[in-house]
């Protein structure tokens, strides 16, 4: 193969086949979604995500290289190569996977409400009954995320609220401008833990992703269409990751219980 034609196989191949040869592999993440992403003002990323980032990168031999960025601009970003794949506690979909590739689903975690404890959603311990129950109800919810799509679908007539972060949604549901926020039940339990949190609970009712196909099949790891041999080696990694309970082990740490999802 001459140099020109390497050079073209190269270019084809995308940026992870340029990255992996510098032994480095860049992932974005949210930065701003406790415990799965934070980051810190030097940009220093904490977290689940960033434990499963850099157990993958062990696993590859390279080097990790964090990129912060806003979760509804990942899948963008991806898709402009400002990075290599996306880590950022990232439910696998139907409308996501038409815009980039994922990994197996390595983890999973039930969705929930957190409402006021005076609310009349309190004591609902029923799914439809829940549903029933956020007619016409604020509900504050992360732009972008599956958590979105599901009101959309499922309570078309809620006042539905969206933010850039989790933190602006928590803010606004502190003080009284939405009714109810929707999220993974492991955020919304760091809300819970603060003093703002004192006067909310979550409704007992465990939205799992098996009952609405917006909700996703688990958590995967983000990759561009192109990046067929980097997601071959992230699967494979993954997967070992899982079943030799590394991944489970850090979950454990984050979110006091184990939410790896075992490879099929």
Known sequence: MNLKVLS????LAGVST????????????EGAYPPWSMADAAGNVTGFDADVGSLLC?????????????????????????FDIIISGM?????????????????ELAN?????KTSDLAGIKDIDALLKGLDGKTIGVQTGTTHAHFIEKRVPSANLK???TLDNMQIDLASGR??????DASALQDFLAKPEGKDFQFVDVKVQSKFDSTLGEGIG???????????????TALCELVADGSIGKSSQKWFKMDISRPCN
């Open 8 to 11: 073209l196989a190269l270019l």
């Open 18 to 29: 340029v990255h992996a040869a510098e032994g480095e592999l860049s992932i974005g993440t």
């Open 58 to 82: 062990t696993k590859l031999a390279v080097k990790c290289r964090f990129v912060v960025q806003a979760f509804d601009g990942l899948i963008p970003a991806l898709k402009a190569k400002r």
């Open 91 to 107: 439910s696998i979909t139907q409308d996501r996977k038409k815009e980039i590739d994922f990994s197996v689903g390595y983890a």
């Open 112 to 116: 929930m409400f957190l409402v006021p």
């Open 162 to 164: 969206t933010y850039d």
């Open 178 to 183: 939405v009714e109810a926020a929707f999220a």
């Open 221 to 235: 790891v983000g990759i561009a269409k192109e990046s067929t041999e980097l997601k071959a080696k992230i699967n």
